[in-house]
């Protein structure tokens, strides 16, 4: 159910066309006619007229006074502006004339000092002319009895009576001026009408001179009411709790309560749910408010009425009825179900004006920068907080509810952290999302702050325009240094580092694995440094590694650095204002930059491994830091898990790699190999070569030795050797440490055919049944998943018959293609390390492609 379709608006909300000059109640137009319909004709007027217990004990006095039954003969009205004063005194208008009483409207605004005098006023209107109370003095209390028991019952209404005086204040007459002579007459005619049974006087005050013309009109306006306060009574005629209603009543055709009652009462369940509502007699209590203010949040009014309406020159009726009529307009045909202070549309300028002239032109750019621009801080917060939210533009909404509980005459200002979760919130959004919410609003705003637990606006620029402002002026050499420096910081001593080295001769040339972090990927630069140190080739191209930087985090990175920077800049700035909280919090940002941000983003940007291999680099993301270890035991270790740096070697990969073509090899070889050879196997460290050799030769793999005078001897085999890479140690094949044998030769499988016959001794004859005992097939078929397990099948009935089965697999692969690092690796590697599995041959035809 949508809001208007519960709450119906009048015709003239409906259709646009409720003007502020409908709301601006004048009690002169009224009485000249010219007012607008809704106030000169008194059906419609008190149709659309709230009568509050203030105006129907105003009313009911008048009434009786006006019958001479006695009363308060002198009243004075005194509310903030736009209070309701003057609606009051329309309402007297059409009933005394209902009453059969006459009536004298005196309007101060309406009034020219320089030819309208009071006194004038009342003869004029009472009896048609100015003859008795005519001149520049005003005549004394007798005359105006005169006039006005002639007229009984009679009702003076005076609004704006300070303005007047204030504007008579320069007219001179005589020794004194206008302004003293009206005062005197003020006092004279409460004294007639207070003689007078059927005579009565209201007046309009505001309840100070704030708003008026400065220290004159303060003094004016206390010395008025000095003279009024002596023998008038005082009322209020809108009490704050009657607000509601009166702007239901002018608004509002009529509201269907029962159907209000299941929308209120679906988003109290919300605010339990949440926790935004302790019990259940704040329940009933928030209800209560909200039946009354429906289809506006109770905090709408209470906002406007009791924040925005303390500003001086705020109307608190007619401003706020302007305003609702305005919000109500907005959502017409939406299917809100009732509004709330984070609907008002901000970005509508008839709205934004009505705000701004009492707050000051410079929140127009506060405006702009935070809420109503297209590239607004809170507009980037919409799409920030997650795809299941944007919808519901919470960074706008919040932003617009902080703002609308940032103002006021006095000194309530700003909201809390719940009352923006009350405004924002509603069934599928977690109140938890809207803490996140302002929290990124307090981080990223130009405008908005956050102080005793309340958040609010300023014009003055917060810290995140500050820094803004001076990130601007940071060179981008400033930046290259810091990242530079805690690229450093974060580098430990796992791997001999270099950090954006400019001559390959600045990375050594050692055995130790090295990494080099590169400024920017550059992959000519990188294999100019794996080949040569200096101006000599390099000795140890497997060694080195190069850490460069994934260019999609570049931007974040050197944002975080400019932060870091102004932040650091701005605390060493003498010349710049801060507050107390301002220093403690610009201080807080540099210290978790410096500590916190700006580590994890350096390492986040130098995330991209290359390794080098035999036919150009292997790349390795290190993905997302995860914790404080320094960078370059994340690669070592990253290294190790992606099998480029062996924890171990079996003694089959050792065979294989570097005895299937040799009788001996020299252990020291093995391992400079390791070192020298870009994509070969690379080790942690020697020790590991040198327990993979142990194990290889206590297993019969192979054997150790010395090779002596060119000759090589076996020493140890089968048992656990001592490994020392010295000059003349060797790996010998193991036919080289075994004593040979003599070996029978293998006959190949046949089949008999026909039958066996021998003869006993005693020449019988026996008939032995048909068997093979050797079989030897050459099986020729492509490779096909499903039938691979036929065959093992098979082959394993067949391991159930003989003792000793072999196979010699012929594989052939073509068609297609495969690096060459992959073959090593995944492949024959793989291979190898299938325990007795021999490779007898290989045969691979090789392809050079550019990448």
């Known amino acids: 159910?949508?809001?208007?379709?519960?709450?119906?608006?009048?015709?003239?909300?409906?259709?646009?066309?409720?003007?502020?000059?409908?709301?601006?109640?004048?009690?002169?137009?009224?009485?000249?006619?010219?007012?607008?319909?809704?106030?000169?004709?008194?059906?419609?007027?008190?149709?659309?007229?709230?009568?509050?217990?203030?105006?129907?004990?105003?009313?009911?006095?008048?009434?009786?006074?006006?019958?001479?039954?006695?009363?308060?003969?002198?009243?004075?009205?005194?509310?903030?502006?736009?209070?309701?004063?003057?609606?009051?005194?329309?309402?007297?208008?059409?009933?005394?004339?209902?009453?059969?009483?006459?009536?004298?409207?005196?309007?101060?605004?309406?009034?020219?000092?320089?030819?309208?005098?009071?006194?004038?006023?009342?003869?004029?209107?009472?009896?048609?002319?100015?003859?008795?109370?005519?001149?520049?003095?005003?005549?004394?209390?007798?005359?105006?009895?005169?006039?006005?028991?002639?007229?009984?019952?009679?009702?003076?209404?005076?609004?704006?009576?300070?303005?007047?005086?204030?504007?008579?204040?320069?007219?001179?007459?005589?020794?004194?001026?206008?302004?003293?002579?009206?005062?005197?007459?003020?006092?004279?005619?409460?004294?007639?009408?207070?003689?007078?049974?059927?005579?009565?006087?209201?007046?309009?005050?505001?309840?100070?001179?704030?708003?008026?013309?400065?220290?004159?009109?303060?003094?004016?306006?206390?010395?008025?009411?000095?003279?009024?306060?002596?023998?008038?009574?005082?009322?209020?005629?809108?009490?704050?709790?009657?607000?509601?209603?009166?702007?239901?009543?002018?608004?509002?055709?009529?509201?269907?309560?029962?159907?209000?009652?299941?929308?209120?009462?679906?988003?109290?369940?919300?605010?339990?749910?949440?926790?935004?509502?302790?019990?259940?007699?704040?329940?009933?209590?928030?209800?209560?408010?909200?039946?009354?203010?429906?289809?506006?949040?109770?905090?709408?009014?209470?906002?406007?009425?009791?924040?925005?309406?303390?500003?001086?020159?705020?109307?608190?009726?007619?401003?706020?009825?302007?305003?609702?009529?305005?919000?109500?307009?907005?959502?017409?045909?939406?299917?809100?179900?009732?509004?709330?202070?984070?609907?008002?549309?901000?970005?509508?300028?008839?709205?934004?004006?009505?705000?701004?002239?009492?707050?000051?032109?410079?929140?127009?750019?506060?405006?702009?920068?935070?809420?109503?621009?297209?590239?607004?801080?809170?507009?980037?917060?919409?799409?920030?907080?997650?795809?299941?939210?944007?919808?519901?533009?919470?960074?706008?909404?919040?932003?617009?509810?902080?703002?609308?509980?940032?103002?006021?005459?006095?000194?309530?200002?700003?909201?809390?952290?719940?009352?923006?979760?009350?405004?924002?919130?509603?069934?599928?959004?977690?109140?938890?999302?809207?803490?996140?919410?302002?929290d990124k609003l307090k981080d990223e705003s130009f405008y908005m702050r956050y102080d005793g637990g309340k958040y609010f606006f300023s014009s003055r620029a917060n810290l995140n325009r500050i820094i803004l402002d001076r990130v601007e002026s940071i060179r981008e050499e400033n930046v290259r240094e810091v990242m530079k420096r805690y690229l450093r910081i974060g580098l430990g001593g796992v791997m001999e580092c270099y950090v954006w080295p400019k001559d390959t001769k600045e990375v050594g040339d050692s055995k130790k694995f090295k990494l080099i972090v590169m400024e920017e990927r550059n992959e000519e630069k990188c294999m100019e440094i794996l080949n040569y140190y200096g101006e000599r080739q390099r000795i140890y191209r497997n060694t080195v590694f190069f850490l460069c930087p994934k260019e999609s985090e570049r931007v974040t990175t050197e944002k975080l650095i400019k932060e870091y920077l102004a932040c650091k800049s701005i605390e060493e700035d003498k010349n710049i204002i801060l507050d107390a909280a301002d220093r403690i919090e610009i201080e807080k940002k540099r210290r978790r930059l410096m500590k916190e941000d700006l580590p994890h983003q350096v390492r986040n940007l130098y995330r991209i491994i290359l390794v080098p291999s035999g036919d150009g680099f292997k790349e390795i993301d290190l993905g997302i830091p995860t914790n404080n270890r320094k960078i370059d035991e994340e690669v070592f270790e990253k290294l190790k898990v992606e099998e480029e740096i062996l924890d171990g070697i079996s003694p089959k990969l050792i065979l294989e790699k570097y005895l299937k073509e040799k009788d001996y090899v020299r252990t020291l070889d093995i391992w400079e190999s390791t070192l020298r050879v870009p994509g070969e196997v690379r080790l942690a460290n020697r020790e590991i070569l040198a327990e993979g050799i142990i194990n290889g030769v206590e297993s019969r793999c192979f054997g150790l030795g010395t090779e002596e005078k060119g000759n090589p001897l076996c020493k140890h085999f089968g048992k656990r050797p001592n490994v020392t890479f010295r000059e003349n140690e060797i790996l010998l094949r193991k036919e080289m440490c075994e004593i040979r044998s003599i070996k029978t030769p293998v006959r190949k499988a046949r089949k008999d055919r026909g039958i066996e016959i021998k003869r006993k001794e005693r020449g019988e004859v026996i008939q032995k049944s048909e068997e093979i005992r050797e079989i030897e097939l050459t099986l020729t078929l492509p490779f096909i998943g499903g039938k691979m397990a036929d065959l093992i099948r098979v082959f394993n009935f067949l391991k159930t018959k003989f003792d000793n089965l072999e196979m010699t697999i012929d594989l052939r692969a073509s068609s297609g293609g495969i690096s060459k690092r992959d073959y090593e690796n995944k492949v024959k590697e793989a291979l190898i390390q299938i325990g007795e599995l021999k490779i007898e041959r290989e045969k691979t035809n090789n392809r050079v492609s550019e990448n």
């Open 1 to 438: 159910m949508s809001f208007q379709s519960i709450a119906i608006p009048h015709n003239d909300v409906l259709e646009g066309t409720l003007t502020m000059d409908v709301f601006a109640a004048n009690l002169w137009d009224v009485f000249t006619g010219e007012a607008h319909e809704e106030y000169k004709n008194p059906n419609l007027f008190f149709k659309r007229t709230y009568e509050t217990d203030g105006l129907k004990k105003l009313l009911s006095v008048s009434k009786r006074r006006l019958e001479g039954k006695g009363g308060d003969p002198v009243i004075q009205l005194q509310t903030p502006f736009g209070g309701g004063k003057t609606h009051s005194l329309i309402a007297l208008y059409h009933k005394a004339r209902e009453w059969g009483a006459k009536t004298v409207v005196i309007v101060g605004t309406h009034l020219d000092p320089k030819e309208d005098r009071m006194w004038e006023l009342i003869e004029r209107q009472l009896e048609g002319k100015t003859e008795l109370l005519a001149g520049e003095i005003p005549p004394g209390s007798d005359k105006l009895k005169r006039i006005l028991k002639n007229n009984q019952p009679v009702l003076i209404l005076m609004d704006e009576v300070l303005e007047y005086l204030t504007r008579a204040s320069g007219i001179k007459v005589g020794d004194s001026n206008l302004a003293e002579q009206t005062l005197a007459f003020l006092q004279e005619l409460t004294e007639a009408v207070r003689s007078l049974d059927k005579s009565m006087m209201v007046v309009t005050l505001p309840s100070s001179a704030m708003e008026h013309y400065g220290d004159k009109g303060e003094e004016l306006f206390q010395r008025t009411q000095r003279l009024l306060g002596r023998m008038e009574k005082v009322y209020s005629p809108v009490r704050d709790e009657e607000v509601e209603e009166i702007v239901r009543k002018r608004l509002f055709d009529r509201i269907h309560l029962d159907k209000a009652e299941e929308v209120i009462d679906e988003f109290l369940n919300y605010l339990e749910e949440e926790g935004l509502i302790s019990d259940s007699s704040e329940r009933l209590e928030y209800r209560k408010r909200f039946l009354r203010s429906y289809p506006f949040q109770p905090e709408v009014i209470e906002i406007l009425y009791k924040r925005w309406g303390t500003f001086p020159k705020f109307q608190r009726t007619r401003g706020v009825l302007r305003l609702l009529s305005l919000l109500i307009r907005e959502y017409l045909g939406s299917s809100k179900q009732f509004l709330r202070i984070s609907d008002f549309p901000l970005w509508r300028e008839e709205i934004r004006e009505e705000l701004i002239k009492h707050i000051g032109n410079e929140y127009e750019g506060v405006l702009a920068a935070d809420i109503t621009s297209e590239n607004s801080n809170s507009k980037k917060i919409d799409s920030e907080i997650g795809k299941s939210y944007i919808g519901y533009k919470l960074g706008t909404k919040a932003a617009i509810t902080v703002f609308m509980y940032s103002f006021s005459g006095g000194k309530d200002k700003g909201a809390t952290a719940k009352e923006v979760k009350i405004s924002c919130g509603e069934a599928g959004i977690p109140s938890s999302v809207l803490v996140e919410v302002l």
